[in-house]
């Protein structure tokens, strides 16, 4: 009898011990964890991508940090642990290219967009285009156009139109595209550029315009794998699925024009 006993806790810790997983199995459990660094101006159209994503790759996990451009070129440049650079403003690519952390093979234009002027809801019946800012404008709010490449469009836009030497002293800098929305739609500041992709949030501001194309840069948000990244695979089917169909989708729904993956001088010399 002892020995049956003897034998059937053997036989029980054998089995036991089995079942306890090794440090080997427990690491491949463990999600892939891809650092996403985008603009402010797709924070929406992420959450969605990142849900839709989750669905499709369920051992991928998107970790979204969201800031100006030039904020998450500062962080990579510092050594931030970043696997996806994603976000307007193709100056701010080219340093990150410049310095080491992409190059032209691993970046790409994904998508386009449009500026447009917003306004106050006190302003909507007296500001209803750019000739109309000089005189109604009593104040007027663009992105930092050093950090924010929404207001690089901005600035560059308003100087085409020889508006600026007259309303930069009337200026309300945002830190992001979407602080200068939040400054419009709240009435603090009268008028205000912005992605058109950004427009629809707003609750009380409207849109008086659309910049001419032809006054700014091509609006191009980029995006760049690092060179650097350990999870090079992972990022690499990720940036293909962010180039095809169903992102397009979501992007488009968002606002944006879909350019998936195409080269990004070729999109500034169109």
């Given at each position: 009898?002892?020995?049956?006993?003897?034998?059937?806790?053997?036989?029980?810790?054998?089995m036991?011990?089995?079942?306890?997983?090794?440090?080997?199995?427990?690491?491949?459990?463990?999600?892939?964890?891809?650092?996403?660094?985008?603009?402010v101006?797709?924070?929406?159209?992420?959450?969605?991508?990142?849900?839709?994503?989750?669905?499709?790759?369920?051992?991928?996990?998107?970790?979204?940090?969201?800031?100006?451009?030039?904020?998450?070129?500062?962080?990579?440049?510092?050594?931030?642990?970043?696997d996806?650079?994603?976000?307007?403003?193709?100056?701010?690519?080219?340093?990150?290219?410049?310095?080491?952390?992409?190059?032209?093979?691993?970046?790409?234009?994904?998508?386009?967009?449009?500026?447009?002027?917003?306004?106050?809801?006190?302003?909507?019946?007296?500001?209803?285009?750019?000739?109309?800012?000089?005189?109604?404008?009593?104040?007027?709010?663009?992105?930092?156009?050093?950090?924010?490449?929404?207001?690089?469009?901005?600035?560059?836009?308003?100087?085409?139109?020889?508006?600026?030497?007259?309303?930069?002293?009337?200026?309300?800098?945002?830190?992001?595209?979407?602080?200068?929305?939040?400054?419009?739609?709240s009435?603090?500041?009268?008028?205000?550029?912005?992605?058109?992709?950004d427009?629809?949030?707003?609750?009380?501001?409207?849109?008086?315009?659309?910049?001419?194309?032809?006054?700014?840069?091509?609006?191009?948000?980029?995006?760049?794998?690092m060179?650097?990244?350990?999870?090079?695979?992972?990022?690499?089917v990720?940036?293909?699925?962010?180039?095809?169909?169903?992102?397009?989708?979501?992007?488009?729904r968002?606002g944006?024009?879909p350019?998936?993956?195409?080269?990004?001088?070729?999109?500034?010399?169109?």
């Amino acid at each position: 009898m002892r020995c049956a006993i003897v034998r059937w806790m053997l036989a029980f810790f054998i089995m036991a011990t089995a079942l306890i997983p090794t440090p080997g199995f427990a690491r491949e459990d463990k999600p892939t964890v891809l650092h996403i660094s985008a603009g402010v101006g797709l924070k929406d159209a992420l959450f969605d991508i990142q849900k839709a994503y989750a669905r499709k790759q369920p051992g991928v996990v998107l970790e979204l940090n969201f800031a100006a451009s030039g904020f998450l070129r500062k962080q990579i440049e510092q050594g931030a642990p970043v696997d996806l650079f994603l976000a307007p403003g193709i100056q701010h690519l080219q340093a990150l290219i410049d310095a080491g952390h992409t190059d032209a093979r691993h970046s790409c234009a994904l998508l386009g967009n449009r500026l447009v002027l917003i306004v106050s809801k006190e302003k909507r019946h007296v500001i209803k285009g750019f000739a109309d800012l000089s005189r109604h404008a009593h104040s007027i709010s663009i992105g930092l156009p050093e950090m924010v490449p929404a207001g690089s469009y901005a600035r560059q836009a308003l100087e085409h139109q020889q508006l600026w030497k007259n309303l930069e002293p009337r200026m309300i800098y945002g830190k992001s595209v979407r602080q200068v929305l939040a400054y419009v739609d709240s009435g603090n500041v009268d008028a205000g550029l912005v992605f058109a992709s950004d427009a629809p949030l707003a609750n009380n501001a409207t849109v008086a315009a659309l910049a001419p194309e032809s006054s700014h840069q091509p609006i191009v948000f980029a995006m760049a794998g690092m060179l650097g990244s350990p999870r090079s695979a992972a990022l690499q089917v990720f940036m293909t699925f962010l180039k095809g169909g169903e992102a397009a989708a979501i992007f488009a729904r968002h606002g944006f024009t879909p350019l998936q993956g195409k080269p990004y001088q070729a999109v500034l010399d169109k």
